[in-house]
């Protein structure tokens, strides 16, 4: 498992008690004794205004294909988790290095480093 690749997993939810299966963005590898990963979310409910931290996933756009997503999408880089790599249930894609460098982007600007 790779940082870029798109997995369905179990993601918490942020308000209630319990996990929900989603697609998720790899953003580390699974690190530890006890291996986990931080994570973040996509959703297929876009937003009416999309934030700054989110990127819009087109499947029919060529720079999102490899993302193997049924429908446009929007990862919202502002919900992470970190997840033991138990709750990681298949591999669904992977983004191309032009949005993986959109991600680091994103990432870097949200968290102002």
């Not at 193997?68 to 919900?79: A, E, G, N, W």
């Not at 669904?92 to 460098?101: E, H, I, P």
Request: glycine share 6%; proline share 8%; no cysteine.
């Amino acid at each position: 498992m790779q940082p870029g690749e798109i997995f369905i997993a179990k993601f918490p939810f942020g308000d209630v008690p319990g996990m929900k299966l989603r697609p998720v963005l790899l953003l580390t590898e699974t690190l530890g004794p006890i291996p986990e990963a931080v994570v973040a979310y996509i959703s297929s409910v876009v937003p009416a205004q999309v934030l700054s931290s989110d990127l819009v996933i087109d499947p029919g756009k060529p720079e999102y294909t490899n993302t193997h997503l049924k429908t446009i999408s929007v990862l919202r880089l502002h919900k992470l988790a970190t997840i033991h790599s138990a709750s990681i249930v298949r591999f669904l894609g992977v983004l191309s290095d032009d949005v993986k460098a959109q991600v680091d982007t994103k990432l870097r600007n949200l968290l102002k480093l």
